[in-house]
Structures are given as structure tokens and as C-alpha cells.
């Protein structure tokens, strides 16, 4: 007897599972997923291993669906020698990299004549910059510490030629350097010079608040109710101001009250000298003994000296 042949038209018989072959079934996490666009529309994407639509492979490399690699866009080289003009013009000791930045905006920098308000713009060997009908020129940075004698006046040029501290720094250098803040006359102590605009920018802006120590020669003893005062706070013509530390100096391995050291981050215009004044005291003597970080050790009154490159590192990270 025959048996009838019960399979419906197309179907395939089965198979033990044993004998199947092909892939093998796909794990929960390996199923497709519904992913939408920015557009409201989806688009499906398997979990292991595979891209959204359209997505193209990172690298340059072909991904597992065999796409072409993408084209990598090659760095841009420059010129050896050449230089951001923002640079250019800090390095020329005129302002800072954000300050010419605004001065290029400003129409106010010209490049071999050409008014240039482009950012990023790179100056070239033998590319001639001006601003403000003066032709820049971009110096190797230099950096100097001067132990400043009194009788000399902190500026570059002085209409009635008196002595000033760029005598003391005659021949240091090629480059043309200038003092970074200033000590009236009669101060003495240690002055900075440089022609980097970016760094003197940033060491004389109040947000900084380089911090200077002073030793001062008083025509009295200063009282502890005073000292205590200055640390708490003087009102003077143009706002309060107060100092960080002061302390009796010893001279001689004796204390004179006459003679206080002074800490202060203020950079205002002969702040010292009005404090104590302020207060009924007559300064004999002012002398600037550590700037932001800086002494006075092996450099003797009248000398300069060069930076090394661990201390220019330092001033630049203040």
C-alpha cells in the first residue's frame, strides 16, 4: 500500500537540525534594528558589525561592506619660514597674538602694501609687513632681568635726556627690547625686558596679578597696628588696595622696624610709596627684590642678565 503524499506544493521537506547547513542563526543582539534619520524616515542596521546606510568608513580603509575608502585631505604644509601674521606681529613686540588679531580685522596691517584682514593669514620670507606706516620686523624673542640702580627712568626715550634703563642695556642685544612695567626713579630693583608683546601684555594686565616683593626703608619704625592696616586694607584716591605679607626685615641679624619686606600683586602706578604715605610714613628707600618669581641672586646693581629657558617657561605659565 502507498502512502499519499501529504506535502504541499513548493515546500521543502526538512531537515534534522543536525544536517542543516548554512549560517547560523543570528543571536538577539545581531538582529535588525529600526534607526531613524534626521528626516523622520529609518533606515534598518544590524548590530554586529555593519554601518547605517550611507555612512561612509573612517580611515581610509574598506569597512565589511567592501565600501571605498575615503580620501584622507593632506595637511597643509607651509613654507619653511614662514609665519601667522598675528605671530609676526607679537613677535615685533607691537601687542599680543589676540590684540593683532583685532588690528588685522581692523584694516590696520599691511603685507607688501596690500591691506591684509585675513586670520590665518602667513607671512613669508621677504614678505614685507607695516602698521601704522612702520615697517615690522619679527625678532628672536629675547628675554632680560636688570638689577636697576636709582637715578635712572623707566622708558625706551626720554625728550629730556635723562639717564634711562635702556643705557644699562646698551649692547645686550640686537633685537629691539623695552621694559616690562615700570619703577619710578628713586625705586631700584629688578625691571624686565623683552620684545615679546604677548608675554609683557600678560605680566602687566591687573587680571594677572604678578606677584613682587619689596624691601622698604621707612624715616620711622612701622607701628604692628599699622602692618595691621596694610593687610587689611587702605582706601586711597583711586580704591582700596591692600598688601599680601609684610614683615620686619633683619639687617645684620638684628630687626631694624625701620626696614619691611612687602608682598602685593598690584601693578598700580607708585602703589608703595602711597600706601605708606597714606599712613604718615616717608619711604628713605624702595627696592624691588623677587618679580613674579625672579630675584635678585648673583645679579648685582647696575647688571643684567639673560633668562634661562626654565625661567621664561615660567613666566609664560603664570
Known amino acids: 500500500m502507498i502512502k499519499k503524499d501529504n506535502k504541499i506544493k513548493g515546500q521543502k521537506d526538512k531537515e534534522p537540525k543536525s544536517q542543516r547547513v548554512g549560517k547560523p542563526r543570528q543571536s538577539e543582539e545581531a538582529k535588525t534594528e529600526k534607526l531613524h534619520r534626521g528626516d523622520g524616515k529609518t533606515y534598518d542596521r544590524l548590530v554586529r558589525g555593519t554601518r547605517p546606510a550611507g555612512r561612509k568608513p573612517a580611515g581610509g580603509q574598506r569597512d565589511r561592506m567592501?565600501?571605498?575608502?575615503?580620501?584622507?585631505?593632506?595637511?597643509?604644509?607651509?613654507?619653511e619660514g614662514s609665519m601667522r601674521l598675528n605671530k609676526?606681529?607679537?613677535?615685533?613686540?607691537?601687542c599680543s597674538r589676540r590684540e593683532a588679531d583685532e588690528l588685522i580685522a581692523a584694516g590696520s596691517v599691511k603685507?607688501?602694501?596690500?591691506?591684509?584682514?585675513?586670520?590665518?593669514?602667513?607671512?613669508?620670507p621677504g614678505d614685507e609687513v607695516q602698521y601704522g606706516g612702520e615697517?615690522?620686523?619679527?625678532?628672536?624673542?629675547?628675554?632680560?632681568?636688570?638689577?636697576?640702580?636709582?637715578?635712572?627712568?623707566?622708558?625706551?626715550?626720554?625728550?629730556?635726556?635723562?639717564?634711562?634703563?635702556m643705557m644699562l642695556m646698551d649692547g645686550c642685544c640686537a633685537e629691539r627690547i623695552?621694559?616690562?612695567?615700570?619703577l619710578d626713579r628713586a625705586t631700584t630693583g629688578l625691571l624686565l625686558f623683552t620684545n615679546d608683546g604677548e608675554l609683557a601684555k600678560k605680566l602687566t594686565?591687573?587680571?594677572?596679578?604678578?606677584?613682587k616683593i619689596y624691601q622698604v626703608e621707612l624715616n620711622k619704625p612701622v607701628t604692628k597696628e599699622d602692618m595691621k592696616k596694610l593687610l587689611e586694607g587702605i582706601e586711597l584716591e583711586d580704591g582700596p588696595m591692600h598688601v599680601d605679607d609684610?614683615?620686619?626685615a633683619a639687617t645684620g641679624g638684628t630687626i631694624d622696624k625701620r626696614v619691611v619686606g612687602?608682598?602685593?600683586?598690584s601693578g598700580r602706578n607708585r602703589i608703595v610709596r602711597r600706601l605708606f604715605e597714606a599712613l604718615g610714613y616717608e619711604v628713605h628707600k624702595l627696592d624691588r627684590t623677587v618679580f613674579a618669581g625672579l630675584t635678585k641672586k648673583d645679579l648685582p646693581r647696575g647688571r643684567w642678565r639673560e633668562l634661562t629657558e626654565k625661567e621664561v617657561g615660567y613666566l609664560k605659565m603664570i
Not at 71 to 77: A, D, M, S, T
Not at 88 to 94: C, L, N, R
Open 88 to 94: 609676526y606681529i607679537a613677535h615685533a613686540g607691537i
Open 66 to 79: 567592501g565600501a571605498k575608502p575615503i580620501k584622507q585631505k593632506p595637511k597643509q604644509e607651509h613654507p
Open 111 to 124: 603685507v607688501n602694501g596690500k591691506v591684509v584682514t585675513e586670520m590665518g593669514y602667513m607671512v613669508m
Open 262 to 265: 612687602v608682598e602685593l600683586h
Open 246 to 248: 609684610i614683615q620686619y
Open 135 to 165: 615697517k615690522l620686523r619679527s625678532e628672536r624673542l629675547r628675554y632680560f632681568l636688570l638689577n636697576k640702580p636709582k637715578g635712572f627712568i623707566t622708558t625706551t626715550d626720554d625728550p629730556q635726556e635723562r639717564r634711562t634703563v
Open 178 to 182: 623695552y621694559p616690562v612695567g615700570r
Open 205 to 211: 594686565h591687573p587680571s594677572t596679578q604678578v606677584y
